[in-house]
Protein backbone atom coordinates (compact mmCIF):
# COMPACT_ATOMS: atom_id res chain seq x y z
CA UNK A 1 0.00 0.00 0.00
CA UNK A 2 1.15 3.37 -0.73
CA UNK A 3 1.90 6.03 2.10
CA UNK A 4 0.71 9.39 1.47
CA UNK A 5 2.97 12.43 2.81
CA UNK A 6 1.58 15.33 3.30
CA UNK A 7 3.07 18.80 4.91
CA UNK A 8 1.04 21.47 6.53
CA UNK A 9 2.25 24.90 5.98
CA UNK A 10 1.26 26.70 8.61
CA UNK A 11 1.83 24.07 11.14
CA UNK A 12 4.83 25.83 12.62
CA UNK A 13 6.35 22.43 12.78
CA UNK A 14 9.72 21.86 10.18
CA UNK A 15 8.71 19.98 7.20
CA UNK A 16 11.48 17.12 7.24
CA UNK A 17 9.95 16.49 11.44
CA UNK A 18 7.09 16.33 9.22
CA UNK A 19 7.38 13.54 7.00
CA UNK A 20 9.66 11.99 9.19
CA UNK A 21 6.38 11.97 11.66
CA UNK A 22 3.94 10.25 9.23
CA UNK A 23 6.10 7.78 7.93
CA UNK A 24 6.68 6.35 11.72
CA UNK A 25 2.95 6.70 11.98
CA UNK A 26 2.70 4.42 9.35
CA UNK A 27 5.05 2.12 9.96
CA UNK A 28 3.19 1.46 13.61
CA UNK A 29 -0.18 1.94 12.33
CA UNK A 30 1.15 -0.87 9.80
CA UNK A 31 -0.15 1.09 6.67
CA UNK A 32 3.71 0.00 5.41
CA UNK A 33 5.08 -3.19 5.90
CA UNK A 34 8.62 -3.95 5.98
CA UNK A 35 10.31 -3.73 2.70
CA UNK A 36 7.44 -1.45 1.33
CA UNK A 37 9.29 1.45 -1.08
CA UNK A 38 9.22 5.30 -0.13
CA UNK A 39 8.72 7.40 -2.32
CA UNK A 40 12.05 8.81 -4.18
CA UNK A 41 13.49 11.79 -2.77
CA UNK A 42 12.79 13.38 -5.73
CA UNK A 43 9.41 12.54 -6.65
CA UNK A 44 8.24 13.20 -3.15
CA UNK A 45 10.10 16.58 -2.69
CA UNK A 46 8.25 17.33 -6.03
CA UNK A 47 5.03 16.08 -4.84
CA UNK A 48 5.40 18.17 -1.01
CA UNK A 49 6.79 21.22 -3.48
CA UNK A 50 9.26 21.25 -0.68
CA UNK A 51 13.64 21.25 -1.16
CA UNK A 52 14.81 17.92 -1.90
CA UNK A 53 17.28 18.50 0.76
CA UNK A 54 14.22 18.24 3.11
CA UNK A 55 13.22 15.14 2.21
CA UNK A 56 16.74 13.63 2.09
CA UNK A 57 17.14 14.90 5.99
CA UNK A 58 13.89 13.18 6.79
CA UNK A 59 15.02 10.17 4.97
CA UNK A 60 18.46 10.21 6.34
CA UNK A 61 17.24 10.68 10.34
CA UNK A 62 15.00 7.37 9.72
CA UNK A 63 17.76 5.73 8.80
CA UNK A 64 19.73 6.47 11.52
CA UNK A 65 17.03 4.92 13.67
CA UNK A 66 16.44 2.05 11.78
CA UNK A 67 13.04 2.60 10.64
CA UNK A 68 14.04 2.78 7.12
CA UNK A 69 16.42 1.25 4.48
CA UNK A 70 18.03 3.24 1.38
CA UNK A 71 19.56 0.77 -1.08
CA UNK A 72 21.80 2.61 -3.36
CA UNK A 73 20.07 2.68 -7.00
CA UNK A 74 17.49 0.99 -5.75
CA UNK A 75 15.46 3.62 -3.48
CA UNK A 76 14.30 4.00 0.38
CA UNK A 77 12.70 1.02 1.67
CA UNK A 78 10.70 0.22 5.33
CA UNK A 79 12.79 -1.34 7.53
CA UNK A 80 12.14 -4.56 9.92
CA UNK A 81 12.60 -1.80 13.11
CA UNK A 82 9.39 -1.21 14.89
CA UNK A 83 8.28 1.89 16.25
Known sequence: MAIKITIDMKSGVPFYRQIIDQVKSAIATGMVEPGDR???VRQLAVDLSV????????????ELTG???????????????KV
Not at 75 to 80: K, N
Open 51 to 62: NPNTVSRAYTEL
Open 67 to 81: LVETQLGSGTFVGQR
Open 38 to 40: LPT
